[in-house]
Nanobody, 115 residues
Framework: QVQLVESGGGLVQTGGSLRLSCARS????????MGWYRQAPGKPRELVATILNDGTTNYSDSVKGRFTISTDNAKNTVWLQMNSLEPEDTAVYYC?????????WGQGTQVTVSS
């Protein structure tokens, strides 16, 4: 059974940094893309960053240049390095793995940026 467990969230001041981790347990065949999404109160879940099987990365305009997504060779862990954090980055951050047949989500980790 596949589980994704996020960690690394917390409270940080404006301009600070956090590094989120998403640890995968269980086997996922034919991973296509891994990513981070976030959901702020009263707003829909939105894409933050993705990394394809070939290492190609993609970022939302709001985080481009501040956040970096990465993974290990075995794709067991996905990280999101977040720098220059802003109050608008406050949200629950979710890890996602998508394969050719399934879509997996973690339980989320709260990130709060104080002004």
């Amino acid at each position: 059974q596949v589980q994704l467990v996020e960690s690394g969230g917390g409270l940080v001041q404006t301009g600070g940094s956090l590094r989120l981790s998403c640890a995968r347990s269980g086997t996922i065949f034919r991973i296509i893309v891994m990513g981070w999404y976030r959901q702020a109160p009263g707003k829909p879940r939105e894409l933050v960053a993705t990394i394809l099987n070939d290492g190609t990365t993609n970022y939302s305009d709001s985080v481009k240049g501040r956040f970096t997504i990465s993974t290990d060779n075995a794709k067991n862990t996905v990280w999101l390095q977040m720098n220059s954090l802003e109050p608008e980055d406050t949200a629950v951050y979710y890890c996602n793995y998508r394969s050719t047949v399934s879509n997996y989500w973690g339980q989320g980790t709260q990130v709060t940026v104080s002004s």
